[in-house]
């Protein structure tokens, strides 16, 4: 899991984690919602060369979803990686969607920069299977090694979640055990963006694990911190999105503009200002601590950053081998920035 093939690179948080589970490729993954045409459109020269500088600096994971750009990632993906030794790479795709054609859809409206395509959500038995025969097709693949179950919850689907719920727990996830079974994928979990779902189906359900996006970052804590203790306790493993929090963290010189896929009020965006003012003292990249943080805690095998362009491939890499001095994360718990008895690097 060196993210230079030239030379080893030190052990980083989460490197022990990633080994421990036969299913996961590197403690940093390819999060592959930006070649999906995220926001903005990638020709596909762009994103093959993406994909193909991610496999040469050591990132082994790649995670995807029919969602992300109604099918374009994962072919996208499929299509760099087809080349590769298929056991030097480990994959992740998603059920819970059906892409359809739709002449008609060229609003845009989910983000992606594509048209002539739409997501239907669909969690019966049949859309799981069809979904992942569709994705096994795009990805050029017989196998892939995680499959989560996209969305559910009341974040997503408001009123509708207990019927979701029941769909999920009923149809769903009994169909994604038995693909497991099968040797079709080694890993299953859900694929979520809040924490009150993921209590909700592990007691319900076993788990192998959870792709929490946003919830467990250097931002915040507060509304994860049910998910990961029960997460740790019933050994499921936990892959980190989202750790900039939409750019929020990202960028070099001060707090990006969007939080939560949506613009940032003023009071998220001074409170984001507050991380660059406390780690400038110790000259600390905020993005390399965004991205370190969450692989200190026990039960994250994984931290899934999105990525659009070999510049974004080479700034994650270096990010995840900076040196974050103890300094650093003391400063910033003294400052009140980190929830109390957070895992610290």
Not at 132 to 137: E, P, T
Not at 185 to 200: L, S
Not at 259 to 278: E, I, L, S, W
Request: hydrophobic share 45%; aromatic share 8%; net charge negative.
């Amino acid at each position: 899991m060196a993210v230079s093939t030239t030379k080893p690179a030190r052990q980083h948080p989460g490197e022990a984690s990633a080994r421990k589970h036969a299913w996961l490729g590197s403690a940093l993954s390819f999060g592959g919602a930006p070649i999906g045409n995220l926001y903005e459109s990638v020709d596909d020269a762009s994103a093959t060369a993406t994909i193909a500088h991610a496999w040469q600096r050591g990132i082994r994971h790649f995670d995807t979803a029919p969602y992300y750009g109604y099918g374009l990632s994962e072919t996208r993906l499929g299509d760099a990686l087809h080349d590769m030794p298929r056991e030097s790479f480990t994959l992740s795709t998603k059920v819970g969607r059906l892409i359809e054609d739709d002449a008609q859809q060229d609003s845009h409206a989910d983000g992606f920069i594509v048209d002539g395509h739409r997501a239907r959500f669909d969690y019966s038995r049949d859309g799981v299977l069809r979904s992942f025969d569709a994705s096994l097709q795009r990805l050029r693949t017989d196998h892939i090694e995680v499959l989560l179950l996209h969305d559910i919850g009341e974040l997503t689907h408001g009123a509708n979640h207990p019927a979701i719920l029941r769909q999920a727990l009923d149809e769903a996830l009994p169909a994604m055990a038995e693909l497991r079974a099968q040797g079709a994928c080694k890993a299953i979990g859900i694929g979520v963006n809040e924490e009150a779902v993921c209590v909700e189906v592990m007691p319900r359900f076993a788990l192998d694990v959870i792709m929490l996006a946003g919830r467990y970052t250097l931002f915040e804590q507060a509304q994860s911190r049910q998910v990961m203790a029960q997460a740790q306790a019933r050994g499921v493993a936990i892959l980190a999105a989202g750790p900039y929090n939409s750019g929020l963290l990202g960028n070099a010189n001060g707090p990006g503009k969007f939080y939560n896929y949506a613009p940032a009020d003023a009071a998220t965006v001074a409170r984001a200002q507050r991380f660059y003012d406390v780690l400038a003292f110790t000259h600390t990249d905020v993005g390399a601590a965004a991205l370190q943080f969450p692989l200190a805690h026990p039960a994250v095998a994984s931290v899934v950053c999105g990525l659009r362009s070999i510049a974004e491939v080479d700034q994650a890499a270096a990010r995840l081998q900076a040196t974050v001095p103890a300094a650093a994360w003391r400063a910033l718990h003294d400052a009140g920035l980190l929830q109390e008895g957070v895992s610290m690097p």
